[in-house]
């Protein structure tokens, strides 16, 4: 069975998150909590990346997300004016930024091979947000659902669906039941006009308070 941490969901210690960090350090696989979902992620290496992308059954052509400790830990990425403002009104929040990674940075299975962009977000949630503050570098992000499955929303639905996925090797993160959230919403800010690539938990409206030009991706 899948070990568990279980730690406290509003203020997590340094010492609750001491393993998860050193399963990270070691090259691990980390089932835990999100705003939204229960996410499955490891450090930003291409081992790491690889094996989230294997448990997923994920081709690299759809990359991992990104959680940071803070805005300036990408400061390697493009920032266009659009992008700045959107993440200094909406960090931390459920807003995911598409940011170009010109010098490629990132490893394959986190940038994009068509767009060379890395979806990168700053999570709110006190567990994700001390994780990666704790580990001191980005960690990967992806939901924690079996292939077409509902992603886990609970620590009990965590530990099943990591254990399906890869028996005893995921670190489940517990803290119980997630309110109900829609995904984060999801911005194109690889160009200087941005585009919302999917519409989520924070609306469209609010994003265009703060950048008008915004529009969203046609549809087909």
Not at 9 to 21: I, K, Q, R, Y
Not at 66 to 80: C, I, K, M, Y
Not at 197 to 219: F, K, N, Q, Y
């Amino acid at each position: 069975m899948s070990p568990v941490l279980r730690v406290d969901a509003a203020a997590p210690t340094s010492a609750e998150l001491a393993e998860a960090v050193d399963h990270l350090r070691a090259g691990g696989v980390l089932a835990y909590p999100t705003e939204t979902v229960y996410g499955l992620g490891g450090a930003i290496d291409p081992g790491p990346v690889a094996r989230v992308l294997e448990i997923k059954g994920r081709p690299p052509d759809r990359p991992l997300l990104v959680l940071l400790p803070s805005r300036e830990s990408a400061d390697g990425l493009r920032w266009t004016p659009a992008a700045r403002r959107l993440a200094d009104a909406f960090w931390p929040g459920a807003l995911t930024l598409v940011l170009a990674d010109p010098e490629g940075i990132f490893p394959k299975g986190v940038r994009s091979p068509w767009t060379g962009g890395v979806g990168v977000r700053v999570s709110p949630n006190p567990v994700a947000c001390g994780l990666v503050e704790a580990f001191g570098r980005p960690l990967t992000s992806t939901s924690l659902n079996v292939a077409g499955g509902a992603p886990a929303r609970s620590g009990a639905e965590a530990v099943t669906v990591a254990r399906a996925l890869a028996g005893d090797e995921i670190l489940v993160i517990d803290v119980g039941p997630l309110p109900p959230s829609a995904a984060s919403t999801l911005v194109d800010c690889t160009a200087d006009v941005p585009v919302v690539l999917r519409a989520g938990s924070l609306p469209v409206e609010e994003l265009r308070r703060v950048t008008p030009e915004i529009h969203e991706r046609a549809r087909d």
